[in-house]
């Protein structure tokens, strides 16, 4: 017998958003508004209840409290089917404004360089953004909390240090001819860890120089340039370099290490405009080893080239492709190296005046080449995969239905190049699908009926999936307060001379807002499942599952201070 523990997950969350302080006095001084409600789900299934709890119920509570236009949502949850312990949670994030400054108190986020930093901080912050030209900007915070969990639990998650960081960027400029200057300074701290681990996790610290800009010399011609430099430590805990002239420059912010490197990361781009045809051109390098704290990761080691182009026939034609490609190891160190080129080419046109059609290729190559050790040609990897697909479709609106339908086809190929491959690893897939929609106004009813079919080609063996679908929906009284909805769904899969299975489902759904602010919804569905292969013992849909949910949500005006309205003359 299985035993299961209620417990309470209580989420506190205050949020005050941006708010214009020059705009206080034209706000109304308390609002409080929320909602409370409840969601309870029944799960049955014939084969047991290990993917679900039974029975699972869930209250909550939202309030929100607006006090002269700041925001402030508290939260409280109250579940049966949480099986762990969660600790309250308390955010605050603060964000007023005044004319063109704003600032920032607790959670917030700036736009950075994605070289520098893509990471929310809890701190201090301030922006300036005059709207026309000039912008500048400031942080100190919180980049992520430590993970100290007991060495002892088997459970225990990847220890890591408290992280903090303080960041600057200005910029000059408008839309099309800009430069903007960032700057990032990020470090762990060694005692936020406990002692035991580490011994397996390295503190490390890091300094981010970024620069990016767009200037536009020509009406037709833009140029983009993003890069960063970064100065990081593996380990803070090694020693210091001294007398050095490089290492003594940057002492003021950062402390050169024999654990410290510097690695370069950007990119670069072209677009140009004319007659029509849009082209771009880019490229892309970051160096080994590349390492921002700012960012939750960044892939390395590689560099990419690629171009872009758009056009129109006849303004009725459109047209794009593009082609990249990229290869790893710059600094031949690595055993192999990696190349792979991307590559797409779409067409989509409108046939008269309710027909659409959409042509699509595309395809990806990998291949491996020598670096410090030579390719085994048994092993080396050179693949191949290639996708076309074609979509025409089509809509009527006539005084009684709008009809819409659309058919897929697509053909879909990955292959082992490698001339010793046994094509274990090769997979070939056709896949056909049919959608029809129908609006029946009379009735204010929606119609759907969806199929596909699948085959996919693999060593020695070939797998079949058909599925089909049929659904209607309506609503109902003067405005719209009682919705209907029903499903009915048939999936058929088949390996070759290995197993055939089927399932058949149904749904329903039924919604009724009461008043604007009381909501129910009652969802129940039924599915059948089985082994339908005549070759074994049991061949019928002998497994059930049944799933059914009422939930209940009424939202509230609590207690409203309007401002009073001013006199007129």
Known sequence: MRYKTLSLLFAVALTAQAQDISQIAKSDPLIITGAVGTQNTYYHSSVGDGYASPLSNMVFLNLNISVYGFSM??????????????????????????????????????EYSSYVMDMSFNGIGVEYNDGKRLRFGAFYGQLRNAINDDPTDPAARNPQYKRLGWGFKAGYGNSTNYVDLYLLRAYD?????????QRYVSPQENVVIGIKGNVQPLRYLSLTANAATSLFSTDTR????????????WSTVFDTRYSSLARFAGDVSATLSLSGISASVFYRMIQ????????????????????????MLLNKVSLAATFSGQSDNLTDRQLYTTKGYVYSAMASTRIAQNYNLTASYSGYTQSQSDGTAKVNDTTKVDRIMQNFSLTPSASFDTEDFIHSVSLTGSI????????????????????L?????????SWETDLSLN??????????????????????????LKEKELSLGATLSLCYNEV?????SMSIGGDVSVGYTLNKVHVFSLMAGVNKYGDVNVVKRRSSLDQTDVNISLNYTYTFSLYEMKRKAEKKD
């Open 73 to 110: 949502p508290f939260s409280l949850y109250y579940t049966n089917d949480n099986l762990d312990f969660n600790y309250p949670h308390l955010s605050f994030n603060l964000n007023p404004r005044y004319k063109n400054w704003t600032g920032y108190l607790g959670r917030g986020s700036m």
């Open 189 to 197: 701290r060694l005692s936020s860890l406990d002692e035991h681990w």
């Open 238 to 249: 090694a020693d210091l370099v001294e007398n050095i002239e490089t290492a003594d420059r």
């Open 288 to 311: 080994p080893d590349y390492l921002s704290l700012g960012t939750y990761y960044m892939s390395n080691n590689y560099q990419a080239l690629g171009l872009n182009l758009s056009t």
């Open 412 to 431: 879909t190929d990955n292959k082992d190049r490698n001339k010793f491959a046994t094509g274990e690893s090769d997979v070939t897939s056709w896949a």
């Open 433 to 441: 699908g049919l959608g029809y929609g129908l609006n029946v106004k």
């Open 451 to 476: 199929l596909s079919h699948q085959v996919s080609d693999g060593y020695r063996t070939t797998y079949t999936s058909d599925i089909a679908s049929l659904g209607a929906s309506r609503s109902f």
């Open 496 to 500: 070759k001379d290995q197993s055939k």
